[in-house]
Structure formats: C-alpha cells, structure tokens
C-alpha cells in the first residue's frame, strides 16, 4: 500500500469512527485512547483555509485538532460579518458568533485552554477584506471585549494567551495596529518584511503564495533551486523568530499535494494550508509530524 493509499484509509476509518459514534457502536481502543482526553492530540501545523465555509466553522477544525483558523471578514455597517465573497454576506454571521464567542466558551470550560490538556495558543489568522484602517479599529474594540482569551503585546513584550488573532488581508491596517501601545492583534508580514526593523513582536508570521513562489506543484522531484529557496525562505524567517506559511498550495487529494507538504515539512516550514480538514490531518498523524 502506498503513502496516499494508506492515508486515504486512514481518512475512511476516521469516517466510519463518527458513524459509529453515531449508531452507538463500539469504538475500538485506539479510538477511545485518542478520546479519553476530550479529542485528538492538536496539530500545531495544521492551518484551516478559508474556515468559515466549513458545515461547522471553528469547531470542525478543532475536532481535527487544528492549530490555525482562518476567517475573512468584512465591515458592514459597524459589524464584522465572515464571508469570502461580498455576496455571501449573512448578518448572522458575525466574527462574534462564529469564533470568539464559541472560543470563549471553550476556554472557560478547558480550565483555560483551547485544547484540554494542551498549552497550545490557537492562531486565529483573520483576512481583512474591506479598508483596512477603519476595518482594524472596529476589529480591535471587539478583540478587546474579550482580552482574557487572546495573546497580548504591551510596548513590545508579549504575553501568549490561549487564541493569538493575526491580521492579514488589506495592508491599511498597519498603521493603526503600529500605533497601538497595548495591542490584542498581531500582523501577518510578507517576505519583503524579512530583514526590516519590524519587530516579530509586531509581525511574528510571514505569509506569501507558493504559486507565485514556486513552479513545482508536487509533479516530480522538487527542483533543487527551488528546494533551496525554500530553506533558505524558512531559515530567514527563523532567524528572525518569525513563523513562514504558504497560501495557494495544491489541495487536491493526491500524492502531488501530499508531495508538497512533505517538501515543506522537510524544510521546516510552519503551516501546512487546506481546505481539506480530514485530510491534512490524516498526514500529519500519520507523518508523525507536527503532533503536539
């Protein structure tokens, strides 16, 4: 059985585990070993793209053990709605209600963790899709209804809380959060950021698109250049103690995907980026990597 095969299996035992789960039937041990501590062991790797458009944002990814959310937001008439198009618009659908409330929830009933059991601080990437500056300032009065949940930067010192909110997305939203003294937010960098006198304190995450990086899409070998430039991408943003994630990687189930999560694992970069929550998991467990 080859890799690929045998994660896709790995994919379908977890499917049939929730079906059992459903009709009452026994677990077997394994499964109930990986329960026993109220779910799976987090996977710090892990980065939920595009997170909201699952059945059950938030809370599918951490069933998965994820340890990175991501949600778009939009400013509509002083409230920030989660939705990836304009047209998708739902006033139910707030920030609010579908991540901070529900973390929140979490936190108090885990005795002070995302994970129970686990100190991982859950990254929770937020994509800014209207202007950036007044989009920022309603973003950082909500974050500041609920500081006890989130990692906090107070003149240059920061404190890791269980949930670290990152923003991403329209660059307007620099100069407000720059000028922030006690600041519940961090900035998502890119890699022009590397080598500047940004501290990582400010931007302790460095993102860019690995299309626009890369040629290779998993088909072969990894060109040698290419492997080299992406070391040397990850060594600089480590050496700057910056964090290094890839949007717009191949997510179609196959070993090309597969092929290039394993050449940014080999690397040591720090997230792996998927629509496909089951199965970024299943590699992960199975790669033994990236398990807490």
Request: glycine residues 8%; neutral net charge.
């Amino acid at each position: 059985m080859n890799s690929y095969t045998r994660r896709t299996a790995v994919v379908s035992l977890a499917a049939a585990l929730v079906a059992g789960l459903a009709t009452g039937e026994s677990l077997p041990a394994a499964a109930l070993d990986r329960t026993a501590t109220g779910g799976p062991a987090p996977l710090p790797r892990a980065h939920a793209h595009n997170d909201y458009e699952h059945p059950r944002p938030l809370l599918d990814a951490l069933d998965h053990g994820f340890g990175s959310v991501e949600a778009d937001i939009w400013l509509v008439d002083g409230r920030l709605l989660v939705a990836h198009e304009e047209a998708d618009l739902d006033p139910s659908r707030t920030l609010e209600s579908l991540y901070l409330a529900p973390l929140r929830r979490r936190v108090q009933a885990n005795g002070g963790t995302v994970y129970q059991g686990h100190r991982l601080s859950l990254q929770l990437l937020i994509d800014i899709k209207t202007a950036g500056d007044p989009t920022y300032r309603a973003l950082s009065r909500v974050l500041h209804r609920y500081r006890e949940l989130l990692s906090v930067c107070t003149g240059g010192r920061v404190r890791s809380g269980p949930v670290t909110a990152v923003i991403s997305g329209d660059r307007g939203a620099r100069a407000p959060m720059e000028a922030e003294r006690v600041r519940y937010a961090f900035y998502d960098g890119r890699p022009e950021d590397l080598g500047t006198a940004a501290p990582a304190s400010f931007a302790p995450l460095i993102s860019t698109s690995w299309t626009d990086t890369f040629r290779w899409q998993g088909h072969g070998p990894m060109p040698r250049d290419e492997r080299a430039r992406l070391r040397q991408m990850v060594s600089a943003a480590h050496a700057e103690r910056r964090r290094l994630r890839f949007w717009a990687t191949p997510d179609a189930a196959g070993p090309e995907r597969e092929a290039v999560w394993q050449a940014l694992l080999d690397a040591g970069a720090d997230y792996l980026n998927s629509d496909d929550l089951p199965g970024l998991e299943a590699f992960l467990r199975d790669t033994a990597h990236g398990v807490m």
